[in-house]
């Protein structure tokens, strides 16, 4: 165990010269040098830049890059029990453990995030309905708070400020290492079953009716479908292939093709996008026992180099929500119907459903079904996304904060309420504001 703790000590690319910046007993001289009179702060952490929004944007002041405290400083075989650096990615997660026998257990659309980010924003997976959020299996964060000390919090230990890091943004400090739990697998392969569905109360049904008896489950949408075709979709529902199904543990990387330009403005309008549509739901049939590897059914957008390029030199956003499930068919109809008066054109939709709330006090999930659909950024869009909001409050919903970049103050109070609690530990933890962002500054989340 020792020998394997050692050589794992060696897998990351952090120069051991520089390592030594981040051992324990210099963290506060690091913070030192990040103090806001010392070099204009506020200052936030960022790792690889994955969310959509400002989240690690801080305008004015000071960023401090993540990306190469990445070693792996602890593994044990026997439970799958892993403490790395914050800067390790879920990719070199992958690269690493999946031909061992463990992959991770929880896992966003995007393999090239770090772990910090997904404590950070308490990230979901197409299995949330089954096995919650991220934070679920982390059993410690160790963090650089403001005075300077280095203080681990966990579910027992420091429980406040867990649950106030985990799905706040950054905000309660920089997170240094994290320890989590990976999930056993026997391949490297997903069994998926593809159901085509010819309106959203179809989509719905098979969710409702089936997606209990799978690890994964996930839809896309066309969200320009009208008529008695509204909501029509493909959903995707999986299981992790047994060793006698396929006893291969190989991360297969798909071939990468690059988006080389943006293309004109012209090119994204909602006719284009709905003969997309029509013709990616007519191509793709009802299909069982599918052999899909890990990188084609959890990563399709990573082998697309470069694809917000797609949207155009103006780019996107995204806009993802929670509705509850008792009026989910009808809030989501309201949200696609709403669109469809307008120009806007989503190019891209996913549903999933949602499983039990984690104890994060700004973490996103919440029972119920989450819509996530990216629109190319032209008149009118943000207008069009303030009135969403009001649908999606009205019914109990929220907007996730990893994922925006335009949200109100006044309707992020309404939507967390324990925004309260959050800011009375962040006060306690932070009070001189050394840590903010974007995105806390425009929220109301302390900060100067």
């Known amino acids: 165990m020792r020998a394997l703790e050692r050589r794992i000590s060696g897998w990351g690319r952090f120069p051991q010269s ?18 806001p009179e010392r ?44 403490r790395c650096e914050a800067g390790v990615q879920l990719a070199e997660i992958i690269r690493v453990f999946l031909p061992r026998g463990w992959f991770l257990p929880v896992t966003p659309g995007t393999r090239f ?40 919090c966990s579910k027992t230990g420091n429980p406040d400020l867990f649950w106030a890091t985990v799905g706040g943004m950054g905000l309660t400090g920089i997170i240094l290492e994290v320890t989590l739990r990976l999930m056993p697998v026997k391949s490297s392969h997903i069994m998926v079953d593809y159901v085509r569905t010819r309106n959203l109360a179809e989509t719905l049904a098979h969710f409702h009716e089936w997606d209990n008896h799978y690890t994964y489950s996930v839809a896309w949408l066309d969200c320009l479908a009208r008529g008695s075709s509204l909501g029509r979709g493909l959903l995707m529902m999986g299981n992790h292939a047994t060793g006698g199904e396929s006893s291969d543990l190989e991360f297969h990387q798909g071939r990468s093709v690059t988006v080389p330009f943006c293309p004109p403005v012209w090119v994204l309008n909602k006719k284009s996008a709905g003969l997309f549509n029509l013709l990616y739901h007519a191509g793709h049939k009802s299909r069982d026992r599918v052999l899909a590897n890990c990188d084609e059914y959890f990563y399709p957008l990573d082998k697309v180099l470069f694809w917000n390029r797609l949207y155009g030199r103006n780019g996107f956003v995204q806009y993802q929500c929670v509705i509850p499930p008792a009026d989910a068919g009808e809030v989501i109809t309201q949200l696609l119907l709403r669109i469809g008066k307008t120009g806007a054109s989503p190019f891209l939709a996913v549903l999933k459903r949602m499983g039990d709330r984690s104890g994060g006090l700004l973490s996103f999930p919440i029972p119920g079904y989450t819509l996530a659909m990216d629109f190319p950024l032209k008149n009118g869009v943000l207008d069009l996304l303030t009135r969403l909001d009001e649908v999606v409050l009205a019914a109990g919903g929220r907007i996730y904060l990893a994922k925006d970049a335009r949200l109100s103050p006044g309707h992020f109070a309404r939507m967390y309420p324990e925004a309260g609690q959050w800011q009375s530990i962040k006060k306690r933890i932070d009070p001189g504001g050394v840590f903010s962002s974007d995105l806390g500054r425009r929220l109301g989340l302390g900060g100067c």
């Open 39 to 82: 070099k204009g702060g506020p200052y936030i952490a960022r790792g690889y830049g994955r969310s959509y929004g400002d989240a690690s944007l801080n305008q004015g002041h000071g960023v401090v890059l993540m990306e190469r405290i990445d070693r792996f400083l602890f593994f044990e075989p026997e439970s799958g029990l892993l």
């Open 113 to 152: 995030c770090s772990v910090a980010a997904c404590v950070a924003c308490d990230v979901h997976g197409k299995n949330h309905h089954k096995d919650g959020a991220f934070s679920n299996f982390v059993e410690e964060v160790s963090l650089l708070a403001a005075s300077g000390d280095v203080v681990s």
């Open 18 to 35: 520089l390592c030594n910046l981040y051992r324990p007993e210099r963290f506060r001289e690091v913070l030192s040098v990040l103090a």
